[in-house]
């Protein structure tokens, strides 16, 4: 099994920034692709952004493509969302997200969920 442990959510203001990282362990974590997902309340769990094994392919909402990026670090087993330029709509709780699937863009594909790092904006 794989287990992810989120941390960096905070308070902001818009126009500012913030880094989340997920830390990854488990035997079967090698191999697997990564996901951010997010959940404002009221609203379904919805996908944010998502990277292969390698690094080499990375791909992201429309409502945050071009202010957030994705990256991994597999020698630390530590996977990133930079956020930058926030906005209050981006106020959510955020997921990290890991599976077998070469994909992760929708929930389904989702093998394994960390427990959520809250993530404020106000305007």
């Known amino acids: 099994q794989v287990q992810l442990v989120e941390s960096g959510g905070g308070l902001v203001q818009a126009g500012g920034s913030l880094r989340l990282s997920c830390a990854a362990s488990g035997r079967t974590w090698t191999g697997y692709s990564m996901g951010w997902f997010r959940q404002a309340p009221g609203k379904e769990r919805d996908f944010v952004a998502g990277?292969?094994?390698?690094?080499?392919?990375?791909y992201y909402s429309n409502s945050v493509k071009g202010r957030f990026t994705i990256s991994r670090d597999n020698a630390k087993n530590t996977v990133l969302l930079q956020m930058n330029s926030l906005k209050p709509e981006d106020t959510a709780v955020y997921y990290c997200?890991?599976?077998?699937?070469?994909?992760?863009?929708?929930?389904?594909?989702?093998?394994?969920w960390g427990q959520g790092t809250q993530v404020t904006v106000s305007s």
């Open positions: 997200a890991a599976g077998g699937a070469t994909v992760l863009r929708v929930r389904g594909t989702v093998d394994y």
């Open positions: 990277i292969n094994w390698s690094g080499t392919y990375t």
